[in-house]
């Protein structure tokens, strides 16, 4: 942990106020995403449209208390803050990104070139994950900002760095090598065109090859001639790949459509999921990297077989008219633009294809032969129907087959294109930022109506690896995802878990097991409250059963009939609410002797008041009566279960409790229950719904059921899509509960009915469809379930399941 009185020493710069020394445990520089707590510290960066020193004063109200300033600060406005003055706040968040690195004697992957280095990150972080516990920078973080954020969640436990390192002119690279210090470098594409910084294809790749200054391997496909051209000379220990001699890893297609790969005399044959040239390439490099290391074909080829194709950045969705829409809005070049064409090409969903697509800026080229070769690509990948929007194809137009549509701007496109003409096709929107096509995959978007249950999965295991980082390396974690996955939507969560190595999962009845196993979830799974009727399924589905008292015990013994069976022994150690108590254990013990077909797979508790600092004493007492109790049945009937007590808030506030296993539930949803609140975990759910209809209200007038309404002035009133029926409670009427509308706060008037509740809208600007928020985003469920005095887990779980649940998952 570095402290903020070490500052100075690390950063340069001048502390202009001390108050209180403090922890550094989150970096922010985005005033809207910075987290409260006295750990975060926030860099005010002031860049040519943003100012960070504007929000100082909203953050430290927000509670933020540290900050790293470029310019003298009114000190007193914020008695409580820990300020110092750099003269870059960028340099200051380098240089402590570069400190905490140092730290981690890992080995890193660095990764850098013109097209896919995410999905090298990416797809290398997956084929690893099964053997190491990777850190990789989150999206495509990979700029001079993004590297040392990324870089800062290194944490104890990671045992492989993977980060990638983008950059736009000459000189950036050095600063990110220091930061990021590869171990092995890989070094992807480098693209057609110079980019705008660079004077040479040459000065581009040397700048780029700065990276693995002290890198002691360089990874790199042969077949690229101008980056082997510039990385021989160099006199570095290389390991190539290629399709001819000379190479380290030789690849060459074989009739039976996969790859032969020979290595040292190693020959053997990798098989792919892919065939379109850019994801080859980017699998061989992860390929060559897992061979570096030492990984066997075979395991490179299971490694292989788990990748989950889906390109980044690229989202396919749903567009009207029974359309399918790939947004592809973030940028716009030729290799990105080649590598999109390649994806479409891959969808077979529909026959018709289309390409909206933007002018490509800062190619470098000239707007004749850029627009030639655009051309050409779409030729290639036999797109006839093209849309081109702005002023370089609408000058070029003659050049594109004829039907094909131009547009001299954004604006005109929304304005003049006529959306029935698009009917069953697969739609590619790519566009370059300024072009903000957003706006037009917005308008060809079919809209979801009425209310959804947005859950970000890049959030949950954000939060996973928050409480992996906190519990002892070899700590395994029970993920309790009863309850829907407390509401989130049980296979998508239970999907992800798997995918990350959660060592088990826990269900609350033998049906929500059945539903897990039957959507492919192999992970052991615990089931808290089985019943006699519930035990064949048991068997069937390799569902395991808690056992908490003798009555549950004597049936499963029967039915089992002598055969073997893993069970969950729960002991009450001060819950009062299941379990064997301390008296009953010696005859537990008997029973278990008497019958070696059970195992003993697990031995539990459950502590009372976790959540609380009065209660410590009670939860430590707890945890000594069940070390005492399970030591006791463990050996006296010869077995070795795997011991577990804490549920979240055990785990933030009682680690020292953490036995050989936890039970997560509530914290991976991004919800600390305890008073401490805790920092660092993201919500993972966000309900929303949308107004149905406007009214206009006159002072006096009643409104709803029982004319419960009243308004007291005249007033804009909204009818949302949300009922009691959704969960949304009653006990939110007559103003007590609000919900966010274009980020403002609407009270409820009158009673909320089944499916539908008013709010006062007044002055807001809202209209029909706007979108609600009835928690979530800037309405923290904390503060919801307080306003009906009860607490997050039961707004979380109230939520119906027929309310549509959408995954999102950035930055994963
Ligand atoms: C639900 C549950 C948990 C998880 O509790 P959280 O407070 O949500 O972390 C742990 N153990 C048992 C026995 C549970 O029923």
Redesign the pocket.
């Known amino acids: 942990m570095i402290f903020f009185s070490e500052l100075p020493a690390l950063l340069g710069g001048t502390v202009l106020q001390l108050s209180e020394d403090a922890g550094i445990t989150l970096l922010t520089l985005d005033s809207r995403k910075a987290i409260p707590g006295k750990g975060t510290l926030f860099f005010a960066i002031r860049g040519e449209r943003h100012d960070g020193h504007v929000y100082l004063a909203e953050l430290y109200q927000k509670g933020i208390r540290q900050f790293v300033v470029e310019q003298p600060v009114a000190t007193h406005a914020f008695p409580e803050a820990n300020i110092i003055q750099v003269p870059a706040a960028v340099d200051a968040l380098q240089r402590l990104a570069a400190h905490h690195r140092a730290k981690f004697p890992i080995p890193v992957v660095g990764i850098t070139g013109s097209n896919g280095k995410t999905i090298v990150k990416e797809w290398l972080f997956q084929m690893l994950s099964k053997y190491l516990s990777i850190v990789k920078n989150p999206g495509s973080y990979n700029s001079q900002v993004g590297v040392p954020l990324s870089v800062w969640q290194m944490q104890a436990h990671h045992q492989l760095g993977i980060f990638e390192a983008g950059i736009s002119r000459p000189g950036e690279m050095e600063r990110l090598a220091a930061i990021i210090r590869p171990t092995i470098g890989v070094f992807s594409t480098i693209g057609p065109a110079h980019d705008e910084g660079f004077a040479s294809m040459t000065e581009k790749i040397h700048e780029k090859l700065r990276l693995f200054n002290d890198a002691s391997v360089i990874v790199y496909c042969k077949d690229h001639e101008a980056i082997d051209a510039a990385i021989t000379p160099l006199h570095r220990t290389t390991f190539s790949w290629g399709r001819s001699s000379g190479v380290d890893i030789l690849v060459v297609p074989s009739e039976q459509g996969g790859y032969a790969v020979s290595y040292r005399g190693q020959v053997g044959e990798l098989r792919l999921p892919f065939s379109d040239q850019a994801s080859v390439e980017n699998c061989f490099h992860c390929v060559a990297v897992m061979v570096w290391m030492g990984y066997s074909l075979h395991q490179v080829q299971e490694a292989i077989n788990s990748l989950r194709v889906v390109p980044m950045r690229l989202e396919l969705k749903e567009g009207i008219n029974h359309c399918q829409l790939i947004d592809d809005t973030y940028n716009n070049d030729l290799g990105g633009l080649e590598i999109s064409l390649q994806f479409l090409a891959h969808q077979h969903q529909r026959t018709r294809k289309r390409v909206i697509l933007s002018d490509i800026l800062e190619s470098g080229l000239a707007e004749a032969t850029l627009a030639e070769q655009v051309s050409d690509l779409l030729a290639k990948h036999h797109i006839q129907q093209f849309i081109g929007v702005g002023p370089m194809f609408h000058a070029y137009q003659q050049l594109f087959p004829a039907g094909s549509l131009f547009y001299s701007s954004t604006e005109d496109f929304l304005e003049q294109f006529d959306t029935s003409t698009l009917y069953e096709e697969i739609i590619l929107v790519k566009g370059a930022r300024p072009f903000q096509f957003e706006r037009i995959v917005n308008q060809l978007q079919r809209k979801v109506h009425g209310t959804v249950m947005e859950v970000d999965l890049g959030a949950l295991v954000h939060n996973l690896n928050f409480f992996r980082a906190r519990l002892r390396p070899a700590t395994r974690i029970m993920v309790?995802v009863?309850a829907f996955a407390?509401g989130s939507g049980s296979n998508e969560v239970a999907n992800m878990l798997q995918y990350h190595k959660v060592d088990y999962l826990?269900v609350?009845y033998a049906d929500e097991g059945v539903e897990l196993r039957r959507n492919n979830i192999t992970l052991p799974i615990m089931v808290?409250n089985p019943s006699e009727e519930s035990f064949a399924t048991l068997l069937a589905y390799n569902l395991e059963p808690e056992i908490y008292s003798f009555r549950i015990l004597a049936a499963l013994l029967k039915f089992l009939n002598n055969k073997p069976c893993r069970i969950h022994l729960?002991l009450d150690t001060g819950m009062r609410r299941l379990g064997f108590d301390g008296g009953e254990l010696e005859e537990l013990i008997t029973i278990l002797k008497a019958n070696p077909q059970l195992t003993v797979a697990t031995m539990?508790s459950?502590l009372a008041g976790?959540?609380e600092h009065e209660h410590d004493s009670f939860s430590h007492e707890q945890a000594d009566k069940f070390k005492t109790w399970a030591t006791t049945v463990a050996d006296a009937i010869g077995q070795k279960p795997v011991l577990h007590m804490l549920?979240?808030?055990?785990?933030l506030r009682l680690p020292e409790l953490q036995f050989d296993m936890v039970?997560?539930?509530?914290?991976?949803y991004g919800i600390d229950?305890t008073e401490e609140g805790t920092q660092g975990l993201r919500p993972v759910a966000t309900l929303k719904t949308i107004i149905s209809q406007l009214k206009h209200i006159r002072a006096g007038e009643s409104i709803g059921y029982g004319r419960r309404g009243r308004a007291t002035a005249d007033m804009t009133l909204a009818t949302i899509a949300i009922g009691y029926a959704d969960g949304f409670s009653r006990a939110f009427s007559r103003g007590v509960g609000k919900v966010l509308i274009r980020g403002r706060r609407a009270p409820v008037i009158g009673n909320v009915c089944m499916d539908m509740t008013m709010v006062d809208v007044t002055g807001i600007g809202a209209r029909e469809g706007d979108e609600v928020i009835l928690f979530g985003g800037a309405l923290p469920i904390q503060e919801v379930a307080r306003s009906i005095s009860t607490i997050p887990?039961e707004i979380l779980t109230n939520t119906r399941e027929r309310i549509k649940r959408i995954f999102v998952a950035e930055g994963i």
């Open positions: 309790m009863k407390y826990g609350a808290m729960k539990f459950h976790a959540d549920n979240s808030p055990g785990i039970r997560l539930g509530i914290g991976l229950p887990y």
